[in-house]
Structure formats: structure tokens, C-alpha cells
């Protein structure tokens, strides 16, 4: 049975290029490939533009024109879904994690912030230690921030932490459709940062419809692999309650996902990170970003390097975007680079 897709709006450059690193796939005996997701756009850009469009594609046929979600300050999520927002003609509220040790107000907006500033978002911030008063969880004050945009009359849509719920899915297990067509229809593994859960749990679903034999492995950038096992097992299970009609099968299979990347935590970058992704730009031309593509691609060459006969011949490095938060590291960078 043909895989059946939800509605969806078009943000996103859907068909983006495939790169071979050379020097890496000879030093590896193996092709490694970039998935250049973060050429999904600019503004728009990265992972996350893929779910929003399904995203987006339910709030419009609800009749929607407020789109809200929430991230830490720097988020690429909430960022992406500002300017999806401005695209659908809506308005935007942003509800923000500050950093521990809270956010200098009266400096000016770098990175993602800058551009969620840019974009004119409304935004609600809430210290670290609020956030962890109410259990890490967002939804209280997304419930809240709905339901005052309702008393104003707005027509609010509420995306979760990182579009990961069942619909944003969708995202990957459709961009899935196009990714082995470009390999010749051979297996394949495929890695990605794990920051919320969903693009994992969307390449997962994605394998089962369009590539059997292939395998997801994910990196984590914050808490443990343990947390996303469950959590993507959840989100899964969810999503094949919700979806089981459309002509989507999943075998429940064990998920590969590599703790002992977080490094001093979620957002933080060593100097020798930040060395390491410079150094890859100098060899490559590619810029990874601090918070989830250089940890994972970090993740991956360590499985690659430590057990090179548990992977296929063709490795995938989806390339999720976030580079815009590169700026935030500027002062970082200048030293660990001088
Ligand atoms: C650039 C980037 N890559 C990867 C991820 C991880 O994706 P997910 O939240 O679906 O696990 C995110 C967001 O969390 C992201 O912003």
C-alpha cells in the first residue's frame, strides 16, 4: 500500500544535494555522504522546516494565523517556525528557555535571537530555574500563552519542543521517499543529532516505508541515550496509533542512539569543538554548527572509526542546519581560534 501523506504547506527546498567527502570516505574505506538538509532554505533552514510543513499544513486547514512554540533562546526550531509563520501571513509567539545564569537583556540579539528579533516575534521567556520548577516541561506556559492569544482573539496553533510530535514525523519519514534513489537503491546508515527526538523517529518510519534494510543512528546532544530511546519508542507508537491507515508498517526494531557527546551539556562547546569544526571547514568547505551537527558528526566518526564492520559501504551524515548559531559563539570562536 502506497505511503498516504497528510496535508502539507511548501517551505522547503524538499530536494536537497547529496555531498561526497572525499578525504574522510578514503581515510574511512567507506562513502560518506552529506546530506545537505541545511540547504532547505536560509531563514527556513535546516530539519525543521521539513515537519513545519505538515506542521503548518494542519494549522491552515484549522484556520490558524498565530503560530506558537517554544526553545531555548537560541533555538533553530523556534526560529524556523518565526519565519514560517511570516511566510503563511500569521503572527508569532515564542516561548524561551533563558541559559542558566539568565539572559543579558540590555545586549544585543545575536544568532537565532537576532533573527527571531528580526522577525518580530512575540516572545515569553522563562529563567532555567522556572522551567525546571515546572518538571522541564513547556506545556503550562504554552497553554497559558494560547489561551490569553484566544482572549485577544487570535487563533493560535501550538507546536511542541521541536515540532517532535506525530505530525512533524512526517518530515523525515517523507524525505525518506527521496534519499535512496540517490544511492541506487543500496542499504544504507544514516546518522542525525537528537535533540527532541522527531527527525529520528521520522528517518525510522521512514526506513520501514522506503528502505527496509537501512538503519537510523542518532547522536544526543542533551540528556541520555536511555531518555530518547523511550521517549522515540513513544513518539513511534504515537504516531502509528494516530497514523496506521496511511500505509505506513514499523516493526519495532532497536534504536541505535550514542550517548558521550553532550560534552559539559545541551548548547556548550568546548574550544576543542569549536577547533574540531573549524578544522573540518578548513578541510571540506562545510561548516557543522556547536549545538547538534558538530556533536553528532563528532558521534558518528567515533562508531565509524571504533567498529567499521557494523555499517554498510554508503554512510549518511544528515546535515540538520543551525549554523545561524554559530554567531552566538563568536567571542568562543575568536579564542579558541587565536
Ligand atoms: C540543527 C538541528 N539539528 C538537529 C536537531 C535535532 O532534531 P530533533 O529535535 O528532531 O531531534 C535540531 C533540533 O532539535 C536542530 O536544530
Known sequence: MAVEFPERVSLANRETPLQLLDGLSKQLGKRVHVW????????????????LEFLCGEAATQGADHLLTC???????????????????????LVMREPPGGLD???????????DTI??????????????????????FLHKASSDLRD?????????????????????????ELL???????????????????TFA????????????????????????????????????EFMDMYATQGVEYE??????????????????????LRFYASLARKTGMLLDPVYTGKAFRGMLHQLQTRPDDFYDDIVFLHSGGQHATFAFAEQYHRALS
Not at 545537505?36 to 515537519?51: I, P, Q, Y
Not at 537583556?105 to 533573527?115: F, K, R, V
Not at 535512496?180 to 522527531?198: E, I, R, T
Not at 550514542?258 to 556548550?268: E, K, N, Q, S, T
Open 36 to 51: 545537505r538538509d541545511d540547504m532547505t532554505g536560509w531563514e527556513l533552514s535546516g530539519n525543521k522546516v521539513r515537519k
Open 71 to 93: 526553545g531555548a533562546v537560541q533555538s533553530n526550531h523556534a526560529r524556523a517556525t518565526a519565519f514560517a509563520a511570516r511566510r503563511m501571513g500569521w503572527d508569532v509567539t
Open 105 to 115: 537583556h540590555g545586549a544585543p540579539a545575536s544568532g537565532n535571537l537576532l533573527l
Open 119 to 140: 522577525a518580530g516575534t512575540h516572545n515569553v521567556t522563562i529563567s532555567a530555574e522556572t522551567y525546571q520548577a515546572h518538571g522541564h516541561s513547556f506545556d503550562s
Open 152 to 176: 485577544q482573539g487570535a487563533s493560535p496553533y501550538i507546536i511542541p519542543l521541536g515540532g517532535s510530535c506525530p505530525l512533524g514525523c512526517w518530515g523525515y519519514l517523507a524525505a525518506m
Open 180 to 198: 535512496p534513489g540517490k544511492l541506487n537503491n543500496a542499504p544504507f546508515d544514516v546518522f542525525c543529532a537528537v535533540g527532541s527526538g522527531g
Open 202 to 237: 521520522g528517518l525510522e518510519l521512514g526506513c520501514a516505508s522506503f528502505s527496509h534494510a537501512s538503519r537510523v543512528h542518532g547522536v544526543n546532544v542533551s540528556d541520555t541515550a536511555d531518555y530518547f530511546d523511550s521517549e522515540i519508542r513513544k513518539l513511534i507508537a
Open 252 to 273: 519495532p526494531r532497536p534504536l541505535n542512539i550514542y550517548d558521550g557527546f553532550v560534552g559539559d551539556g545541551y548548547g556548550i562547546a568546548s574550544d576543542d569543538d
